[in-house]
């Protein structure tokens, strides 16, 4: 608009310009996965439908995990446990499913509830601790990042449990059409993070928090409630991830899930969320998800080495957010 | 020119953006004198002390230093040039030990570079000892000290550094009378050495005291210089005020039409006051209640212990008759209160969100059902309440921090009509705003008080709470010094109050 008074715009002009500049955001992140695609596309294996469902299938459980860290990053915060949390949860849900006297159906039923439950549980432990004590999420999901491993380990003895209901194992390894159906569950699990945080008043003020705390504070808010929230909804996410590594590999392990907290910030950063907070979206997340999934694939399909593999994963997460600066700076201009 | 002087400062401007924060200074400082400078908040005295000390750079003017050009771009500059300050913040590093801030500028090495702890501790123990304070330990971590002794600390530091000239901006602020009796003696001793001591205070009782000169500042602009002994407290009270405006504003409002009580304090203290009587009062529908006082006379935390942002530790509220006792802001935004805080960007606004996104930030339920935001509502509430506070903007959907300061200001003051409230807390409303949006924000705050409103505002500029409101309560040392009615305003009679503390019981 360039009048420079506008008190009664017309009605029905909806636009919201922040809006606009997540999509401008979010597209610049597409353009790079795009190109991704299009560079690699050259090597002639890599846009064959069963290396797609393959990228698909491997970005799954990342996607679910930086879902669950986008929220937790948004208010400004961090959770280092996701990880060891995942491994908590999938050998309760294995142990769960392997109790004597259930039809496979109860088994899947409770052990995905019980997933869920433990997920949820270090969620609000870290929320609690973290907020009630003003001590920086950093510090405690570092701290629940070790209980959980531990517990995970003391629960099994250490042992790997394999035996799951066949119907279970068939499921995760489902794909309509090419897609996954874990895949799809998980884009299922976008669209409502994306809807929680851009349609209703809990999104909303989750990005007021974490742009700033005592503004939220200070306009009514309970910011105490908001960030266990927020670190509850990163615990069910991890128990639907554990559910969902449980049926992709059919295994729960105590030593799963090492690291995966680190390949889920870089899906967050990378899709364009702020680790100050308050700036940032699922679709973004999405996005940063997929760039990493397919830059892993398709550098093994260059023949790259593992360890070249994770070098350049490494530039590219720098890179990325050195590009934010830039956008940031072009978009404030 | 003063052939004598120092340091002479002539013409010395400096703007803000729009805002003119010097508008010609002039003073000269002679070797061995104790100046004063005084002035009203916002006159231009720490704007003047931070281009002296080289922290910003002044726009015009000049300043010689020992008869040669002075000019510093960094505070580095200044230090060399022998002019040391203690600024009215504190600039120590907590967790390192008393020693280490004392010497840090300057840290005694034994080769690779490698600290010299003896050394250290050693010059830390004189230089403390130099300013009378033997009892602290100067390996103590800075963290562990009181307030009144950090100061001591930050005084030993400055003193460290050869020095011409010392500027204290307000030092005795956080002193007790005994440490500032031991500040005077460090004065007298730094005087009887040929030191230049420039002497920022509020206090006029310690400026009487103390100083043998004394300069006023008053909007940017030095209005007077003395000898303290050709002057008195009132003339230097006059001079700060400046002339009378009250007469002209009085006519515009109409003050017997005061309803019923809104809100009633009785001995409410918040756990920054020293006073267990605490803060009373009556705020009533329709009424403009002003609070006027020196910065850190506790205006804004009685503002804050009202609302609940500090809880209040003791003493009682009533909303319309009925005692509250409010855990959080929310309980009291729910019980009909507004506050509009002092900063806007660190507590009023989010400032990379969309404007509508503000103006509801206070009132969101009234925007959803069942948790799911109505944009299409949101946008219109904030259309409405832009086009009532006659904001000016571009689309709802921009970010606030694209609005000018005064647009800013309406925003949060949309944020808080949005929830039809009873009672506004306002703390500085009009800071930082250009005078047209000002006036608007006059009008704006008359015709709510008009609606039966009540409003109680905080303001460092007396000619705002004398133009604005029907009576002004001045507040001192987190006490209500003094009560003043309409047809009564004048500047002079406020300042009286703020100082009255100073003149009758303050120290020495």
Redesign the interface.
Known sequence: ?????????P?G????????KTVLREAGIGIALIVLIAAFSFTPYFLTASNITNILTQVTINLVLSIGMTFVILIGGIDLSVGSVLAFCAVVAGTVMNLPGLDPAAAVALATISAILAGMLFGVLNGLISAWWAIPSFIVTLGTLNIARGAALQVTNASTIYSFPPAFNAFGSQTIYGVPVLFLIALVLVAIGWFVLT????G??L??IG??E?????????VFFYKVAAFTICGVLVGIGAIIYMARLNIASPIIGIGFELNAIAAVIIGGTSLSG??GSVVGTLLGACIIGVLANGLILLGLSDFMRQMITGFVIILAVILDKYRERLTKA | MDSTAVLELSGVKKRFGGVVALNGVSFSLRPGEVHALVGENGAGKSTLIKILCGIIQRDAGSISLGGSPYDPHVPGDAKKAGIQVVHQEFNLLPYLSVAENICFEDMPRKGFGLVDYSTLYDKARKALDAIGLRDVDVRRPVESLGVAHRQLVEIARALMGESRILILDEPTATLTARETERLFEIIAGLKAKGVAVVFVSHHLNEVFAICDRVTVLRNGESVMSADIAATTPDQLVTNMVGRQLAAAMAASRDVDKAGRTALSLRNLRHPASPHAEGVSFDLHYGEILGIAGLVGSGRTELLRSIFAADLPVSGTLERDGQPRRYQTPKQAIRDGIGFVTEDRKEEGLILDMPIAANVTLASLRKVSRFGLLNKREEIRLARALGGEIRLKYGNTGDAVSTLSGGNQQKVVLAKWLANNPKILLLDEPTRGVDVGAKAEIYALLRGLSEKGLALLIVSSELPELITLCDRILVMSKHRIAGEVAREDFSEERILNFAYKDERNHGHP
């Open positions: 608009m360039d009048t420079p008074e506008l008190t009664a715009a009605a002009s909806t636009a919201f310009a922040t809006t606009t349609k209703t008043v809990f909303r003020v990005y007021g742009n700033n005592e503004a939220a504070r200070l306009a009514g808010h309970n308050g700036r």
